[in-house]
Every structure is written in C-alpha cells, then in structure tokens.
C-alpha cells in the first residue's frame, strides 16, 4: 500500500439539525459515518461540540482498526468563521458559538489537526470530487434545505468570498414588494418561500385559511406537524394545494438558478440539500425557466441536476480539505480546488 492509499481524514458537516461524521479515504470512499441530532439545549455551545469531538475520537478509532493514518479532520459549519485562527464568529443556528474557539477545542480533545470552513464551500467540493459535478471547472451548488446557501468552485477553486461568507443566496430578492414584507426581511425572500421550513409554513397557512390537504392526515390531524417531507409527499400523491405550494417554490428556485447561471456561466448547477433532493421531477420546469430567462449563451451551456452525495457531500467534501491541508501528496483531481 503506497503512502497516499494509506492516509484518510475525517469530516464533519455540521447542519441546522444535525451532526454528521464520516472517516473518508484517499478515493473519496466513506469507510465509516455517523450521525446524531445537534444538542441545541445547551447555551455555552459546549454540548455540540462534545457530540464532534466524540464522533471524530470514533472515526480515529476506527481509522486505527483499518491502518490507516488519520491526516487531519475538516469540519464544515453554516457559519461566520476565521478560517486561519480556527474560531467560528457568529453561528445563527447553534446557541453559544458566537467567538467559539471550535477549532483549538477539537484539536486538543481529539489530537487530529481541524480545518473548519464554511458549509458550501465543503459540500460544492465535495459533489466536484465525486459526486455530480464531478472533474468540473465551474461549479454551483444551490443547497436548499433548512435554509438556502450556495457554494462555488469558478475556475477550478473554491470561492469563498471577502469574508468566507459568499454563497447567501437565500437573502435573493425576486419580488420587489416583499422588500419591505417583515416576514421576507428577517430571513431572505428567496430562502422564505423555498426553503424547507418555508415550504411547510405556507401549506400550514393554506390549511388554516380552510383549503383542503391530504397533508393535515399525512401529519396525523395536527396541522403543526407538516413539514416540507410532508408536503412533497402530498403534492407527489396529487393533491391540488400541496401541489400550489411545491410550484411556487420550484418557480423562484428556477428564478434563482438562471440568475445563478447568467452571473457565473458555470457547467453544471447542482441542487442539494433536503428540498434539493426532491426536485428531481421539476428538474424540466426549473430547466425551462433557466432556458426563458438566463443569459442566452449561458443557458444552452449548463447541465442543471440533483446532488448524488446526498448528506455525505459535506462530510466528504471537508474531508478533502482537510487531506488538501494535512496530507501532502493526496489530491482531489487534476487541479487544486481548495
């Protein structure tokens, strides 16, 4: 076994709701994962970060079953961060992770070097390495889950932005009058009407207002329990007002593909995330909206898709990172995309 075959890192993609771990090898293979629901209890951010450092110690654990050298551990956060420093600034979904030293804590609890970045630029890598987007140049990942963000790869590198923060693409407006609309300020217009959460939101107000849903017994009488899973589920089953609401969602996600598509001229976009996932049979009316609005030499040009990592693209993607940053030698492909 030669040195690069023998070395793996470990990657952790932090979510809204979630943790997830992943021991990752040299050829993008995930030899071992884990996932666990966030401890969102505890207001010092300590409880979270006690979840990672135990699932990283497991995958360490588990990388020594198997022989392989653990180069490094790449975390990825939907955050404001300090890359070089190892800090994560401002954390909106995790209580207490506001000037968190994340990184210094990880690294002395489980004695790996950490890389922390932020969430798109790990799941965009990691669909570029192996998953839909993969052995591209030009690269966006629209991640529409809990929330919506993006992340690029523009000539081969990872675009981070001024502040490691490009990629908000949910704070697009594409209704000039929800500017001033509370509702679509506090969160962004685009994320307010698309996202998971916002999705469930407007079929729970068409419930209340007395239009009918299978949906309300899909969630067992109780009108608060309809999420986004819910009302896909309704919408794929036929029903007329789930169906409302799924396609309006899918025509501002096409809105937001063809500005996407005009402003980068990228080869492919990819949708991921939770709602991202579930558009595989709009993927022809997104298709259409980006053939009738975006740039016209761009539009014939890009391959519009659903990701293929599924939950694994951050884990892999930090992965990368992290074996980019700890591992001379180990590569993601035939060009450098950190």
Not at 286 to 309: N, Y
């Amino acid at each position: 076994m030669n040195e690069t075959a023998s070395k793996a890192a470990v990657g952790v993609d932090v979510g809204g709701t979630k943790i997830a771990c992943g021991l990752v090898d040299a050829t993008g293979a995930v030899l071992e994962s884990r996932r666990v629901t966030i401890d969102a209890n505890d207001p010092t951010g300590k409880g979270p970060f006690r979840q990672i450092a135990e699932m990283v110690c497991q995958a360490v654990d588990a990388a020594r079953g198997m022989r392989l050298a653990v180069v490094g551990c790449g975390v990825a956060v939907p955050a404001v961060l300090d890359r070089g420093s190892g800090v994560v600034i401002w954390a909106p979904n995790i209580a207490g992770w506001r000037g968190f030293p994340l990184g210094d804590l990880l690294q002395d609890a489980t004695g790996v070097p950490v890389l922390l970045d932020h969430d798109g630029p790990a799941a965009v890598l990691g669909e570029q390495w192996m998953g839909a987007a993969r052995g591209c140049d030009h690269v966006v990942l629209l991640i529409i889950g809990t929330g919506v963000g993006a992340g690029f790869i523009l000539d081969g590198r990872v675009y981070r932005g001024a502040r490691g923060i490009a990629g908000a693409v949910g704070w697009s407006c594409l209704e000039p009058e929800a500017v001033e609309d509370p509702v679509y300020r506090e969160k962004g217009f685009l994320e307010t009407v698309a996202a998971g959460p916002g999705i469930a939101r407007q079929l729970r107000e068409r419930i209340t207002r007395g239009e009918p849903s299978i949906a309300l017994d899909i969630a067992g009488g109780d009108v608060c329990a309809i999420t986004a899973e819910v009302v896909f589920s309704s919408a794929e089953k036929g029903d007329e007002t789930a169906r409302r609401v799924v396609g309006r969602a899918v025509r501002y996600i096409g809105m937001a593909v063809s500005n996407l598509v005009s402003a980068f001229n990228p080869e492919v976009v990819v949708l991921g995330g939770g709602v991202g996932h579930r558009l595989g049979p709009y993927l022809g009316e997104i298709r259409r909206v980006v053939d009738a609005t975006a740039q016209p030499q761009s539009a014939p040009v890009v391959r519009v898709t659903c990701a293929k990592l599924g939950d694994d693209a951050g884990v892999i993607g930090a992965a990368r990172l992290a074996m980019e940053a700890f591992g001379p030698g180990v590569r993601a492909s035939h060009h450098e995309a950190h």
